[in-house]
């Protein structure tokens, strides 16, 4: 049964970082790509990174964001730097149980296995 537990999320000042972690059980994070989306009040679920060999990020995010793993915990981290205001939102980890990421990656519409995602606060 596949299961994805993120954590890490947390009040923090704009300019500030934090790391996401997102713990799979069910399936080897090391063999499918793992897809980060965040969602906030105001807006529709965003597509954040997919980090395989080829990385892909949301222009938003760009230059801020990295992607490392750890193949004993089965566990995918997101580092994120330089957050802002706007970066607020609840952020989840999903995954499509493919090897890349595919070229609709963003679209939320096609993934089925979620987390119960982290808040992140980003606030003076």
């Known amino acids: 049964q596949v299961q994805l537990v993120e954590s890490g999320g947390g009040l923090v000042h704009p300019g500030g970082s934090l790391t996401l972690a997102c713990a799979a059980s069910g399936f080897e994070v090391r063999d499918y790509a793992i897809v980060w989306f965040r969602q906030s009040p105001a807006k529709a679920r965003e597509g954040v990174s997919c980090?395989?060999?080829?990385?892909h990020v949301a222009d938003s995010m760009k230059g801020r964001v990295t992607s490392s793993r750890d193949d004993r915990q089965n566990t995918v981290y997101l580092r994120m730097n330089d957050l802002k205001p706007e970066d607020t939102g609840v952020y989840y980890c999903?995954?499509?149980?493919?090897?890349?990421?595919?070229?609709?990656?963003?679209?939320?519409?096609?993934?089925?296995?979620w987390g119960q995602g982290t808040q992140v606060t980003v606030s003076s």
């Open positions: 999903t995954t499509e149980l493919f090897p890349i990421c595919s070229e609709n990656w963003r679209n939320s519409n096609n993934y089925k296995f």
């Open positions: 980090m395989r060999s080829i990385p």
